[in-house]
């Protein structure tokens, strides 16, 4: 199989020949693994029981969902990837805002995935060979599964999507075994002895529908048009993506987040996951979990990567996204040994997804904004203005950026990360919620409100106000020029 050619040009109709079902088999197939799996363990280890763990999950990817599933669309219309895309409405410059975030988003998930899920593979190794838990050891499975996962990024969608089709089953089917396995310890009731982490009970089942539930398709903000792109909107209509997208979301993060609330129960795992989880596998499990560590991870980690290194792509023109994968390959495994030796797992996941969330909602909440405005019609050679290194066309705006769609995402990121509740950072707006995290409602909500009160027209968005020399001209459009 060739390694993928394309980075975030824009793919020729005739190459795109994937459909809703190989969108749903990647959605499932890649999030089938500990690193997503991990997120189910979050709503106990703050001190939840199985069923108000449950809702929260439930609640939080259905509101997540309805959120970002729109965003499948954009990527379906422009034959690029969504942070290229967003430059139709926040500048072919300003869509370095959406190359930032999902580089970000993919980085701290790529490096959660990989440590989670060489964690559950040293542990494996060492009750079945006893192999010693080691520094040395740990280092050396992550740089394993590090050069596994970044070959396959390298590869591209095409291999990526072969990975996701066989793990999907056999990922399911390794699953379903994991529940008979760990059922004769299941209880219903929390760890003994855990409290709730924000004091009450509604709080803290509120932080877990923004970071356990919400979090994982805000994860997807950026993504979903990596896979997109590669589907004919002549072939496929919108609708049927659409409900692709919400299908493969929905069973693709809550079969493994409910599988980890029922482990987490099933192993009274309150401070840490895999470790207990290791622990409390019967024997005759350990070779299935290990399976389940090393592939899954290896697919899950993989597609994050790929996107990591179309972001950097879109960041760096000059790079290939081979290049630009290597380098993120080697930054999210630095990372990786780092949340290993440095961090605390709990408050280091809790404060990144609600961090990232507050930052990333406005964007999406703005991009799908734009989308409706302009009813998916997009203008696919002024999108490659900025990877061109040319300048002017549709989406010049100011110097390549929209200031109203950079001013609205600016003030709903900023009301987001000061309304956010996390064990290590404490909000100033959260004394005026009750104590409450509404960060991401508020981000939205702002970002949504600023962005409507500053561009109030419909339709396509508005022409460059100047000319790629700096002078307004106020033409409906100017043409792309070199940037000399």
Known sequence: MPIEQRGVDTIPDEERTSGPRDLVSILLGSNLALGVIIFGWLPVSFGLGF????????????????????????????????????????????????????????????????????????????????????????????????????????????????????????????????????????????????????????????????????????????????????????????????????????????????????????????????????????????????????????GNAGLMLYSMGLDLDAILPRATRTQATYVVAALATGFVYFGHFAWEAQDAMTSFVLLLTAVGTPWAVITVIGFLRCRGEYDAESLQVYNRRTKGGRYWFRAGWNPRATIAWAAGSAIGVTAVETPLYHGPLVDYTGGVDVSFLLAAAVAAAVFLVLSPGKGAPAAPADTPDGEADGRPEAAAVPAG
Not at 86 to 93: E, K, P
Not at 167 to 182: D, E, F, P, R, S
């Open 51 to 298: 069923w108000p763990s449950v809702t929260s999950l439930v609640l939080g990817t259905l509101v997540g969902t309805v959120l970002t599933a729109p965003l499948a669309l954009v990527s379906l219309r422009t034959g690029t990837n969504l942070s290229t895309s967003s430059g139709a409405h926040f500048g072919v410059r300003g869509r370095l805002i959406g190359s930032v975030i999902g580089l970000l988003l993919s980085l701290g998930y790529t490096a959660l995935t990989l440590w989670v899920g060489g964690d559950a593979v040293v542990g494996t190794l060492s009750r079945l060979f006893g192999l010693p838990a080691s520094g040395l050891t740990y280092a050396a499975v992550y740089a394993l599964l590090a050069g596994c996962t970044a070959l396959g990024a390298v590869y591209g969608y095409r291999l990526l999507l072969r990975m996701s089709r066989v793990l999907a089953i056999g990922m399911t089917l390794l699953l379903a075994v994991g529940l008979i396995a760990y059922a004769p310890h299941f209880s219903t009731a929390a760890p003994a002895g855990s409290e709730y982490l924000l004091g009450g009970f509604w709080p803290t089942w509120l932080l877990a529908v923004v970071s356990a539930g919400l979090s994982g398709p805000i994860a997807f903000i950026t993504l979903l048009g990596d896979y997109t792109r590669y589907i004919s909107p002549r072939r496929h209509g919108s609708r049927k993506v659409f409900w692709a997208t919400c299908l493969g979301l929905v069973a693709g993060l809550l079969i493994p987040q409910l599988f980890g609330t029922f482990t987490a129960l099933a192993v009274d795992s309150a401070l840490d996951y895999a470790g207990p989880l290791v622990a409390g596998a019967p024997f005759w499990f350990l070779i299935p979990l290990f399976l389940a560590a090393s592939a899954g991870s290896v």
